[in-house]
């Protein structure tokens, strides 16, 4: 049994100081090389154990396939019912998202991933989109999963179990898996539990073992989920290196770079590499393309390279890009930094004499620089097909330096040789233009001063062998002095414009590189890698840095200490750093190599980049800063609107009545008396209802409630929050209320359930017909008590559901006079502040019921982790 952890705390624990943070749920996938290898058992064992600590765990899919070991492990749990949908003429029964969303567990647990929900059943299409949605309610998910039902996977199990796969979960969804198990089991034990009948009914054990179980299938599959699994590891194992400073290759699995041009042998390149890196178990295919304005860069096809790209993807395989002034130390250092065991590129392009003419090429380069990583050299239908000759670097390195000279000399003598034996066979002007071509080649060798030296040279040749007097330093002929200066400066200006011709063709190369690396960048951009990380990693692996972080100050970036180590093996160089600006308070800084000048303008705009990033990041958080202030604005300008009015009118009733009551001049009957009274008691009375509305709110927002849990009957509370409400001036609807006594105590703070009963009641009250009665009932279901307070009202659309739970709002109210527009806002914060939920559903008939529900006090009381 195999277990993969994904980086982060452990589960349970938010932060290690201050108070604890709202954090998505986690996810822990059971995974299976094929049915029946136990991930469900183990799924449910890891609920009981779960459970035994006091966590509150909840069961809300778990297939069982009639296996009664199973079935008994299940016991004891609580279990959410399934949900039921009819789909044509069948009846079928799905996953209850919304109850478990409700219900809001600790934990849940949810069998067969992969599944594919009947039309119309639930929020999503698939299963892991509805767990996706746990999640992000903060609800920690366990979970199975076979890996046939890997998107990456799905098509080479079919190649070997001969069976399509129709139900599939994205790799990316499973891979951020807090925790992924295997639950591994020997093909031969797999198949005698078949036999026994522990898997599927004795009707299908036949089949099944003759099909889909035989042997060479569940060695494939699980060899499969085995080498898939093992990928995970790597990431721990890249982090540990990095912060360990390791640079060396650790050949823990196969890594296969192939290099590629954007040049017509390109497919069979990948390919090779790909068979290469099939070898191994767990082999990883990586392409990579340097952009430069030279070598593997010099005559890039866009459309070449786009191909390519799509073939490595289609092959399991990574694409990327980096730029690097010699294309052997890029290769070499991108195949170091991602620990490649196995480097692949095509042999030369060149033609013979180029390859005389220039020296060793990349390949022979990569060579004799790749230290512990084996280099293969793939022949190709284009090797030695390429032009007569590359563009050349900008600036020239040893070989040609002394090349370029000793041609100069050379060249000249040995053309002097072969037109000596051919002596009478030319004239002086065919003999000149020979000359003068084999000084247009010694520029294209040697740059310009090694041309000027071949044109001297093969001035004096000119004159000595082949200008009268021939021997001798000397000419009798006018015409003759006049054609060796204009050969002279023919030969200097041809040589001059031919090294021009030569650096303008590099630096329109080099701009080319550059505007494929901002293409790729602008590329990435538009396809969502716009994150500050994601261009962060962007950065680094562009141009070959071992790492690229953002800094706030430029003071933050270290400098290299001769006296520390940083943390590092002795032996171990300490990397330049380098710091670009990337905006007003931000900085990157790199760490690895030393970046030349031309390669600083591209790194110029990846930084405007991650500022432009950074910038929006700081506005996006400037924004959510301002938006409370904004709404607190709101809050107030509503609050003293609502006072204005409705403050006003309960104090102006009760003013009234004792005013009535303390005129001298006005006799009063018993009756009349008794009735100001009441007048004055049930304005006095709103308006007290209404001030404790508004603390209750600021108390809310503020954060400063106090609860007092315990457990509360609704037998107890109900009738206090009944005869809190106004009495019925003369008329209005009756209040039903029914199965109270059926359901049991719930975990409450008796003073805030009255509360917010109150004003449930009293919304529905004021919005209910006289003649149609307000029914409030209770019913119990997975640890909750729901509480329905139905009306037939007039209701409230949907899309203004939410709005009504927001203060001050009186969506649908009849008499504007009734009240702030607190009670529905109040009672949704006081019943979220008691771990429960309130939510508006239609009444059927017509009308608006509100569902309070809050959770069964034994089970609440129990401490979890």
């Known amino acids: 049994m195999t277990t993969t952890h994904a980086p982060g705390p452990e589960a349970g624990t938010d932060s290690e100081a201050g108070p604890p943070v709202t954090r998505p749920g986690r996810l822990k996938v059971f995974l299976g090389a094929a049915p029946g290898v136990g991930k469900t058992y183990r799924m449910l064992d890891e609920a009981h154990r779960r459970a035994a600590r006091g966590s509150d765990v909840v069961a809300g899919f778990v297939e069982c396939h009639r296996r009664r070991q199973t079935e008994a492990r299940l016991d004891g749990l609580e279990s959410i019912p399934r949900a039921g949908h009819e789909y044509r003429g069948g009846l079928y029964s799905e996953l209850d998202s919304e109850a478990l969303l409700s219900r809001r567990p600790q934990m849940v647990l949810i069998d067969e991933l992969a599944h594919t929900n009947v039309p119309g059943a639930g929020r999503h299409p ?85 099909n889909y179980f035989r042997p060479g299938n569940l060695i494939a599959l699980r060899e499969l989920a085995l080498l898939w699994l093992a990928g995970r590891v790597d990431e721990a194992l890249h982090k540990y290196r990095i912060e360990h400073g390791i640079g060396g290759v650790w050949e823990t699995r196969e890594r296969v770079v192939v290099a590629l041009t954007g040049g017509p042998e390109g497919e069979t390149l990948i390919r090779r590499a790909a068979r290469i890196a099939g070898r191994s178990a767990g082999g990883e295919l990586l392409a990579v393309h340097v952009a430069r304005s030279d070598g593997l860069a010099a005559g890039v096809s866009h459309a ?117 034996r051919m002596r009478g066979t030319l004239n002086l002007t065919s003999e000149a233009l020979l000359f003068l071509v084999a000084v247009v080649g010694v520029a294209c060798i040697g740059g310009v001063v090694s041309a000027l030296i071949a044109a001297l040279t093969a001035t004096l040749l000119l004159n000595y062998w082949f200008m009268p007097p021939i021997g001798e330093f000397s000419m009798s002929d006018p015409d003759s002095v006049l054609a060796l200066v204009v050969f002279a400066i023919v030969a200097a200006t041809v040589a001059a414009a031919a090294d021009r011709s030569l650096r303008l063709s590099r630096r329109s190369a080099r701009a080319t590189a550059e505007a494929e690396t901002m293409s790729s960048l602008a590329g990435s951009i538009v396809r969502g890698d716009q994150t500050i990380p994601a261009l962060l990693e962007r950065t680094r692996e562009t141009f070959g840095m071992d790492t690229v972080e953002l800094a706030s100050e430029a003071s933050e970036a270290p400098a290299a200490d001769p006296g520390s180590d940083g943390g590092r093996p002795t032996h171990v160089k300490a990397d330049p750093v380098l710091v670009v600006a ?95 009274l009441d007048s004055a008691e049930v304005s006095l009375n709103r308006l007290n209802r209404l001030v404790e ?151 059927p008939g017509g009308g608006l019921t509100m569902v309070l529900s809050l959770p069964v006090a034994p089970q609440v009381t129990a401490g979890r982790p």
């Open 582 to 676: 990337a905006g007003p308070g931000a900085f990157l800084v790199l760490r690895g190599r030393t970046l030349p000048s031309s390669e600083r303008r591209v790194l110029a705009a990846f930084a405007a980049h991650v500022g432009a990033a950074v910038e929006r990041a700081r506005l996006t958080e400037a924004a959510a800063e301002v938006e409370p202030i904004k709404a607190a604005d709101r809050l107030r300008t509503a609050l003293l609107r609502a006072v204005s009015h409705d403050l006003r009118t309960p104090l102006a009733g009760a003013l009234a009545a004792v005013s009535s009551l303390r005129d001298p001049d006005v006799e009063f009957s018993a009756e009349d008396r008794a009735e100001l």
């Open 693 to 843: 509305n508004l603390l209750d709110l600021s108390r809310l927002q503020a954060g400063a409630l106090a609860l007092d849990l315990r457990a509360t009957t609704l037998e107890e509370v109900l009738p206090l929050a009944l005869d809190s409400l106004d009495p019925s001036p003369g008329q209005g609807p009756a209040i039903d209320v029914q199965n109270l006594e059926a359901v049991p105590a719930l975990l409450a703070d008796p003073p805030l359930l009255e509360r917010v009963l109150a004003n449930l009641v009293d919304n529905a009250v004021r919005h209910a017909p006289a003649d149609r009665p307000v029914l409030v009932t209770a019913s119990a279901l997975a640890g909750q008590v729901e509480v329905r307070i139905a009306d037939h009202g007039p209701g409230i659309a949907a899309d203004d559901r939410e709005r009504a739970f927001e203060p001050f709002q009186r969506l649908g109210d009849r008499d504007n006079t009734a009240g702030l527009g607190l009670g529905l806002a109040l009672a949704r914060g006081l019943t979220e502040a008691m771990d429960g939920t309130l939510t508006p559903e239609d009444t």
């Open 126 to 210: 698939k299963r892991w989109q509805d767990v996706e949605d746990m999640l992000a309610a903060g609800i920690d998910v366990v979970t199975t999963l076979n890996i046939q039902h890997l998107e990456s996977l799905s098509d080479v199990v079919e190649k070997i179990t001969g069976v399509p796969q129709r139900e599939t979960v994205p790799d990316e969804f499973v891979r951020r898996a807090h925790e992924i198990e295997l639950v591994d089991i020997p093909p031969e034990g797999l198949r005698r539990r078949m036999a026994h009948g522990n898997i599927y009914p004795p009707e299908r054990i036949d089949a099944s073992l003759a």
């Open 304 to 420: 070449a390279l786009t191909g390519q790209r799509a073939l490595v993807e289609d092959l399991g395989g990574s694409y990327h890009s980096v730029v690097g002034d010699e294309v052997p130390t890029a290769l070499v250092d991108f195949a170091m930094a991602e620990s490649a065991t196995q480097l692949v590129l095509g042999t030369s392009r060149r033609r013979r004499l180029e390859r005389f003419l220039t020296g060793r090429g990349i390949g022979e380069t990569v060579v004799a620089l790749s230290e512990d990583i084996d280099v293969h050299m793939v022949t190709h239908e284009r090797a030695g097909h390429g032009r007569l000759l590359p563009s050349r670097r900008r600036t020239l390195p040893t070989s040609r330096l002394i090349a370029g000279p000793v041609a100069a000399l050379l060249l000249p003598l040995l053309l002097t040789l072969v037109l000596d």
